[in-house]
């Protein structure tokens, strides 16, 4: 026989309660009965136990917590998973939410999902029942494939409305044959298989891309330009300014963004002739005192004067142009440059040096050395080379090291428009290291919808990642690890189910500075 015993006990903190198993036990020895106490836990006045005892809880399982509540908090700060609610609804969110968190987390085929979600907290954290089954999956990627309303209304969400906004495009392959706008182009000879081209447009304002837009692997970038910027007016934005790459520089391109009056900022490749005239026409002033300031540990110079495009060609026409130009000098850079360069020559010139004269030589040449061989006259002095330089073609040269040009429609001093281009190749450089996620949206699928649906949960993982990826470089994390190795440490946090009770396990040193670098609650 046994019974519950409340004993109470008074501290200085107030009144305390514990629980004590009372059972009655026969002594053979002593010919009498005894009690044997057993210690239950503390306790209410009523008895109720506050803390279950251990030693009844037995572990039911214990998935891995720390990169899933790392990606829904962040998803939840940047308020993605409102935006997603309020086009999709609550249950199509969170299954789009997850779908994109998995992809940062447990990169890999849909066939192993369900597999790979039963050992993580994520159904939990989100509070959502959903069995990840790989049927279950596609039939949800072609049902928000298939709605491209929806879609555009997300974009259109997203969309900051204004400010600088940077648009690339990424040539992208696929096995599937199902794709309406897969087809050969000109990589398909090196991979075997077709392409696509996948444009992205990021708002500088945070970094993130908030609409994409597929094409042809064949279409020109005309056409692109023209689409992007119709759609963007389509969305609501208004004064905004495309800060784009060289492979967008055309006199096509141009015309048809001031046809638009649309704002942009487009740097002029090095092979353009326009590039030449502005930077020869800087030559004289950029290295005035009153064209020079300071900026990221470095000189910077800036020169400005304003161009014409007539019949596709531009020229400059500093009192009747149409377009600002600005030439930027970095002085740390272009020394560097000049160094390089006056190496590579010295280099050619003892190459030549020891060999015996040969007209088919430039043949045998690769492209850079070709590039300094055309800065040196060469001739037959009795079977070896007579090496002459060059003046104004290494004068023309050495004019181009550590400078470059854009023209814009930006009011911005020059200053600030070479802080933004910056920003702008910061923001395309950490797209250009995540592109390889977005193949795992589209690569495999085998029709249309499904190849829309993967893609849109990829570019919703792309902003995650992007997001994750900003916090870190704030933070200083990216000094010492990139996110697979940060998933890898977070990993191994681990919360278990004990009983009927999570308890999270213990947090290493490590993991605890991670997740306070990060801004985020330890819970």
């Not at 540990?297 to 400005?304: A, D, I, P, Q, W």
């Not at 007539?310 to 850079?333: C, L, M």
Request: charged letters at 30%; one cysteine or more.
């Amino acid at each position: 026989m046994s019974y519950n015993v409340i004993q109470q006990q008074k501290t200085k903190t107030g009144t305390r309660y514990y629980l004590y198993e009372v059972t009655a036990e026969w002594d053979p020895v002593k010919k009498c009965s005894k009690q044997k106490r057993r210690y239950l836990g503390p306790c209410d006045e009523k008895g109720n136990l506050l803390k279950k005892p251990a030693k009844k809880q037995t572990i039911v399982r214990s998935p891995s917590y720390g990169p899933y509540y790392i990606m829904w908090n962040l998803a939840r700060e940047s308020h993605l998973d409102e935006v997603l609610t309020k086009i999709y609804g609550a249950r199509n969110a969170k299954r789009l939410l997850a779908l994109a968190i998995l992809g940062i987390t447990d990169p890999g085929s849909g066939d192993l999902l369900e597999e790979t979600v039963e050992d993580t907290y994520l159904r939990e954290l989100m509070d959502m029942d959903w069995s990840f089954e790989q049927s279950e999956v596609c039939r949800f990627l072609q049902t928000v494939g298939e709605d491209a309303g929806r879609r555009e209304d997300l974009f259109a969400e997203l969309c900051p409305g204004k400010g600088c906004m940077i648009f690339d495009i990424v040539c992208m392959g696929t096995d599937s044959d199902g794709l309406e706008y897969s087809e050969a182009g000109r990589k398909a000879r090196f991979t075997g298989s077709k392409q696509f081209n996948l444009g992205m447009v990021h708002s500088m304002e945070d970094g993130l891309p908030f609409c994409y837009r597929t094409y042809p692997g064949s279409v020109a970038d005309v056409v692109t330009l023209d689409i992007i910027v119709a759609d963007l007016k389509r969305m609501g934005c208004d004064g905004f300014e495309m800060v784009m790459d060289r492979g967008f520089f055309s006199a096509g391109n141009v015309e048809l963004m001031m046809e638009r009056s649309a704002g942009f900022t487009v740097p002029v490749p090095a092979r353009n002739s326009i590039l030449k005239l502005l930077i020869s026409d800087s030559v004289k002033d950029i290295e005035s005192p009153l064209n020079t300031d300071y900026l990221a540990g470095s000189s910077v110079r800036g020169y400005e004067t304003r161009v014409v495009l007539e019949e596709g060609e531009f020229s400059i026409d500093p009192d009747k142009g149409t377009i600002r130009a600005v030439v930027f000098q970095d002085d740390a850079r272009r020394q560097t440059e000049v160094s390089t360069l006056y190496r590579r020559i010295g280099e050619m010139e003892s190459f030549l040096a020891d060999r015996k004269y040969d007209a088919f030589l430039p043949k045998k040449l690769s492209a850079n050395q070709i590039e300094i061989y055309n800065l040196l006259e060469v001739s037959d002095a009795n079977g070896r080379y007579d090496i002459r330089r060059k003046r104004n073609a290494i004068t023309a040269k050495e004019n181009g090291c550590g400078r470059f040009a854009v023209l814009t429609t930006s009011d911005l001093p020059w200053k600030e428009l070479m802080i933004e281009y910056r920003q702008r190749n910061d923001v395309e450089y950490d797209f250009s290291q995540l592109q390889s996620d977005l193949f795992m949206g589209i690569k495999g699928k085998s029709d249309q919808k499904s190849a829309e649906g993967g893609l849109l949960v990829n570019f919703l993982s792309l902003r995650l990642r992007l997001t994750l990826l900003d916090r870190m470089k704030t933070a200083g994390i990216t000094d010492e690890m990139w996110i697979p190795k940060f998933m890898k440490i977070m990993r191994k946090l681990r919360i278990t189910l004990v009983g009927d009770e999570w308890r999270l396990n213990e947090v290493t040193r490590k993991q605890r500075e991670l997740i306070s670098k990060l801004g985020l609650p330890l819970l």
